[in-house]
Each structure stands twice: as structure tokens, then as C-alpha cells.
């Protein structure tokens, strides 16, 4: 079977790739594996020496949660969540990576404090991916001091731990229009929100590629001669990163957690077979 | 709501980096639809979450306990 796979974009935290002859159900397996199987650093625990701040403990612990780390080297440093389920986390320094905050203010001073002040105590490479995101502002004469735990974990335990804020598969358009039928009213073009119709040279010509499936040239055309079809093979996968890792290592990663499930389900289904006294 | 939410509550994606830039913008008497543009956020879940927020916390810190 022969497969072709073409960066359309990337561009920041955005990655889409075409994939010609790839199944659909292998990329929406890819899909579902950006957002909850590839595995990235998040802060799992807080321990608060010092809290006098409008917020609550909980609440800043939760924002510390939010907060993207960089992942990239984290992924071959430290253990799989599922290895270090149950270890205590002060101790081990293959699971956990300490970060600390403390910050304070003087009298009749107010002061916002950033992700740039969590500063990574045991590992340099586990940091926040952004400097600018508020997590509390602090009073005349408040305090914050604690230290943060941050580990390797799946967006299926929790939504932080997802590298992708969005990832997804489309099908690529195939418009048509029925020459017969057309009276080159122009109505299809009009209505287009991408430009993927354009009246050329007494026709209406198409641009697939910028066809976003809306659908509007359908309902638009008076004669119904326009048709929105899809290509059998060919689909779009887009991801989004939050910034803990790059794109393409999520779906590199995403992949080859989709092959080690497989794997996994093949060998189960020989033991199966060997039971059987196949 | 107190403080602006890290991330966009639909989407995922993170925001908070963002929220002092898009003030800054519109106070400079910018139009918040273009700053939003400039910023690259993008989708109108993201969008709702910077021209519904109102940053209480400001408000907030002077009215805390005496410690």
C-alpha cells in the first residue's frame, strides 16, 4: 500500500499534515492518542509553606496545574506515569521534578505574580513554556512561598497533562459543478466564506484545498449544481499544541503508542490462539 | 471572575500569557477585535473568554485580611 503524508502548515503551536492512503480509523486512533495517551509534564501536587494571598490554596494549585511545561527532554528523563503510580514523590527523582514559587510584598505594594517566577529547583529543563501568565496578585504585605511537583502523566487521568488543545481530522473536499445544470449565476461564489470558488473564463472554477466543508454553495445554488463530495483517501490531521511539546513530536509520539497497542492486542490474541491448542 | 483563567475553558488552549496584552491594546484605543487578531487568538471560544473577563482581583488585594 503506498501512503503519502505533506505539511500544509506549521506555523507556531499549529501543525496540519495530508495524508493520502492512510485509513481514516488509523488517523482518528492517532486523533484520540495526541489528546489522551501522549504523555507530558504537569504540576501533580503543591506543598504550600506560606499562603496569604486572595486565593485559596486550591484554587492556585489548579492554576499551577494549567500551566504548560516543557516536556521535549522530560520525555526521555523520567518514568511513565504508569511506572511511578504509588511512588512517594519527595523521593524519587526519576518520577518528580520540583518547581518553587515565593514571592512577597511590602507595605502599600501590589505585585502580579507570573509563571516566569516558578523557578525549577531540580531539573532546568522542566520550566514554564510561558513567562507571562498571571497566577496571583498579591496585596500590600502578602506572601507566597510554596513548592510544586511536577510529573509525567496522560490526558486521560486529567485534561492537563494533554500536550494537544486541539487535534483533529477532516476530510478533504472534492467540489463539482454540474456543467449542464449551471447557469453561472454566480450565487455559489458570492456566498463562499474561503474563496474556493471563483468565476474564471465563462466557468466556475474550483479550489478544493480552501474548501473548509460549510456547505453554503450547496444550499446557495438555485439549480443544484454544485456538489460537495469528499476524497476517499485523503484526510487532514491538525494539531494544536499547548506548548509543552512541539506538534510533530505529538504525533510521532501519538503513533507510536497506537503500534504499541496494537502490538499488544496481536500478542494477546496468539496467547489466545496458543490456549486454543491452535 | 477573580483572576483571568489560564486556559480558554472550551478549547484548552492557554490564554493567561496573553491577557495583559490585549488590556494594553485596548487601552491604547485599538478596537479588542483587532488586538485579538494580533495576539493570534484565534477561535471565538478563546475570544469570549478575553472580552467577558473582568479582573476582580485587582479590587480584591485591598480588602484582604490584615496579616
Redesign the interface.
Known sequence: MSYSIEVVERS?NRLKLLFKGVPLALLNAVRRASIEYVPSMAVDFVVFNNN????HDEIIAH?LG???LNSEEALRKYKSPEECAGKSSESSVECYAVLSLHASTKEGE?KTVY?GDLKPVTDPDVRP??????I????????ISLEAYARLGRGVEH?KW?PA??STVTYSARLTIKEELCTLCGKCVEVCPRNALALENGKIRTYDERCILCRQCVNSCPVEAVVLGFKEDEFYLTI?S??SLKPETIVREAFKIVISKLDKFLSILDSIKAQSGG | MVIIPVRCFTCGAVIGDKWEAFVEGVKLGKDPGKVLDELGVKRYCCRRMFISHLDLIEELVMYSRKV
Do not use: C, F, K
Open positions: 507556531g496569604t494571598s486572595v486565593l492554576r494549567l500551566i504548560p501590589i509563571s513554556v510561558y513567562e507571562g501568565i498571571p496571583v496578585v498579591l496585596g500590600p504585605n502578602q506572601e485534561i494533554s488543545t486541539v494544536e499547548s506548548g
